[in-house]
Nanobody
Framework: QVTLVESGGGLVQPGGSLRLSCAASGLIFSSSIMGWYRQGPGKERESVALITSSGSINYADSVKGRFAISRDNTKNMVYLQMNSLKPEDTAVYYC?????????WGQGTQVTVSS
């Protein structure tokens, strides 16, 4: 059974930072494309950042220069470092894994950016 468990969300002031973590199990992590997605209030879910098994990275334009995705294949972990947070970054953040023809999602972690 594949499980993805996100952690690290919370309430932060504008300009602050948070680091999200996603612990994966039940899959060949090193071969998986890992990604972070988010869904803000009243919005559709959108891609934030992706990292392939070879380490290629892609960011949404809205987070370029502020967010950084990374992975640790020895620990089956993927991270999202979020800096210079803005109120519009408020959303539930989800971890996603893609391997072969399979997709799995985590349960999400809430990030709220507010003063």
């Amino acid at each position: 059974q594949v499980t993805l468990v996100e952690s690290g969300g919370g309430l932060v002031q504008p300009g602050g930072s948070l680091r999200l973590s996603c612990a994966a199990s039940g899959l060949i992590f090193s071969s998986s494309i890992m990604g972070w997605y988010r869904q803000g209030p009243g919005k559709e879910r959108e891609s934030v950042a992706l990292i392939t098994s070879s380490g290629s990275i892609n960011y949404a334009d809205s987070v370029k220069g502020r967010f950084a995705i990374s992975r640790d294949n020895t620990k089956n972990m993927v991270y999202l470092q979020m800096n210079s947070l803005k109120p519009e970054d408020t959303a539930v953040y989800y971890c996603r894994a893609v391997w072969n023809v399979n997709i799995a999602w985590g349960q999400g972690t809430q990030v709220t950016v507010s003063s």
